[in-house]
């Protein structure tokens, strides 16, 4: 009776349609998600993801194609929110310097559907990044210009948003706009 059930159990989880095509695609059981823990399932906002032992494979229809997240960056992930901070628009790729990896998100419930992305590196680790912070960001180079590596998520500093990075911080408060510091 316990080997049925858990014939069930597996059958229940096999991922199937979008997800099963990208899980199958980026290696299945064999890839860096490893095994399915959970069937998928209807996902606020309008999607669907799955879960497995290391990460998740999240579909929208208006995005169209499932895109996976795993380890370090699925961990941050999952502590904004998971689809809460955006659905994936990225396979979990790396970096053009190397040294890391990233996958970039789309908030399907906001207004203009932002996106912002989670930066990871053995250095610093991994880290979200969006709005107006993040388009300057990616003006000066991503990970490649002058600041590095994001190294803390962004906060409050007084009156502005602030995020931290390797060589440097940006700003923003809404009567100064955007400051880079070096």
């Known amino acids: 009776m316990i080997a049925v059930a858990a014939a069930t ?4 989880a096999a991922p199937y349609g979008r997800i099963g095509e990208k899980y199958a695609a980026i290696g299945g059981t064999k890839s860096a998600l490893g095994p399915p823990v ?8 309008g999607g669907r993801c799955q879960t497995f032992r290391h ?10 194609e499932a895109f996976a997240v795993w380890g370090s960056i699925h961990d941050k992930w999952s502590q904004l929110g998971r ?6 628009i990225t396979d979990e790729l790396p970096t053009t310097d190397g040294r890391g990896r990233y996958n970039h998100f789309r908030g399907m419930q ?3 559907r932002p996106e912002g992305s989670i930066f990871w ?10 709005g107006l912070i993040r388009d300057a960001w990616a003006k000066q ?7 590095g590596y994001p190294t803390a998520d962004e906060h409050q500093d007084g009156k502005f948003r602030r995020m931290n990075f390797e060589r440097g911080h940006i700003t923003w408060a809404p009567d100064t706009g955007i400051q880079i510091v070096r």
Request: net charge negative; proline share 10%.
């Open 83 to 88: 689809v809460e901070f955006g659905y994936p």
């Open 9 to 12: 159990a597996a059958l229940a």
């Open 121 to 130: 590196s053995p250095q610093t680790g991994a880290h979200a990044i969006y």
């Open 141 to 147: 180079g991503w990970e490649r210009g002058p600041l």
């Open 55 to 64: 990460g998740a494979i999240c579909w929208h229809p208006e995005i169209g």
């Open 38 to 45: 959970d069937a998928e399932k209807d996902a606020r906002h």
């Open 110 to 112: 906001y207004p203009g």
